[in-house]
């Protein structure tokens, strides 16, 4: 990108997520954005109706809608929602074999196409499809992510300000671990107006299980009311910030699904938690204290992740 041109940010994948990132992208003008999915006709139709917006909403962006990977080339930022979304009674792990091969296709053509790209995978089951784009296209770990625990935090923070009544702007929340039913949210780490959680007045320790519950399940919660495939918003909206804090340079604290190497024990392994996100991508993973039963639940979920990885391995998409 020289100085006067504006960021590319391809959206692979215009179903329910990519559609509303493509307008989100365009209502904050991040830049000019590119629209990629295997469906004729969608991508283009999708990128027409947002760039018809674009004189009432006063953007300067460029939309378009594609089924040919060429015009992704050199994208600054790629944002992957490629694949199956879960229906009523199904795990986000009953997703893998077939967004393993949705992936796998992805990766090799955004490595082809866009190689210097910064990557956020949003396809589930979270862990496993970003550990497998990371393999597949051998970027350096600063440029691949994962988006979930800022959804999860979301939502956490959603139902903490419908406990309480307080705005969610005073409202900051925690979740760590993989994008799954052992994710870890930690109250002591949320806030309330700056009060930690379980220290605001009315907060008991059943109120605080409640919601902490909920939260796991918020996933869940949603594909059981839509009954045709999961949340697109919330998810929309969670990629949406960290790909802003990524061309803004922003520099903001995110729990995302990153690459460890030796951070909390952990090794070869993609896992949520809390990055520093700017102009260089992931830069930098922060490390906090965990209490004993803290970092139990976080290894309880770290082995749930690792045998997605194994999972991807015996069938044969990594070695
Ligand atoms: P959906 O509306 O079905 O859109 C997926 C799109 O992917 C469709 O338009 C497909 O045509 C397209 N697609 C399929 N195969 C390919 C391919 N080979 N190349 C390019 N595009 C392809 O789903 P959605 O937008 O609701 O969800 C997308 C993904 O995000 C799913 O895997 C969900 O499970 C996942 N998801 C993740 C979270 C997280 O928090 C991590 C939350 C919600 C959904």
Do not use: W
Not at 37 to 51: C, F, T
Not at 114 to 124: C, K, L, M
Not at 197 to 209: A, C, D, N, R, V
């Amino acid at each position: 990108m020289n100085m006067f041109q504006k960021p590319k940010i391809a959206v692979i994948g215009a179903g329910m997520i990519g559609g509303n990132l493509a307008y989100m992208a365009a209502k904050k003008g991040l830049g000019d954005i590119v629209l990629f999915d295997i469906v004729e006709g969608l991508p283009q139709g999708k990128a027409l109706d947002i760039l018809e917006t674009t004189p009432i909403e006063k953007i300067n962006s460029n939309l378009i809608g594609t089924n040919n990977y060429e015009d992704i080339k050199d994208a600054d930022v790629i944002i992957i929602t490629a694949g199956i979304p879960r229906k009523p009674g199904m795990s986000r792990d009953d997703l893998l074999s077939t967004n393993a091969k949705i992936m796998a296709q992805v990766a090799e053509n955004v490595k082809r196409y866009a190689p210097n790209s910064y990557v956020i995978v949003i396809s589930n089951p979270l862990d496993a499809m970003v550990y497998l784009f990371y393999k597949i296209s051998g970027f350096h770990k600063n440029r691949v992510m994962g988006m979930a625990g800022i959804l999860d935090a979301s939502r956490f923070r959603a139902f903490i300000a419908l406990e309480t009544g307080i705005s969610v702007e005073s409202i900051s929340a925690f979740v760590l671990g993989g994008h799954g039913d052992s994710m870890v949210p930690l109250p002591r780490y949320s806030y309330v107006g700056g009060v930690p959680l379980p220290h605001f007045p009315g907060m008991t320790s059943e109120k605080i299980e409640s919601i902490v519950e909920r939260t796991r399940k918020g996933g869940g919660e949603i594909v059981a009311l839509l009954k045709t495939g999961s949340a697109f918003y919330a998810p929309a909206a969670s990629a949406m910030a960290m790909t802003e804090s990524i061309i803004r340079d922003q520099k903001k604290v995110f729990p995302a699904a990153v690459y460890c190497e030796g951070e909390y024990g952990y090794n070869d392994l993609f896992i949520g938690l809390p990055a520093v996100f700017g102009g260089n991508g992931m830069e930098k993973i922060i490390e906090i204290e965990l209490e004993p039963n803290e970092k139990e639940a976080l290894d309880k979920s770290a082995a749930a992740v690792e045998s997605l990885k194994e999972n991807l391995k015996t069938l044969n998409f990594i070695t």
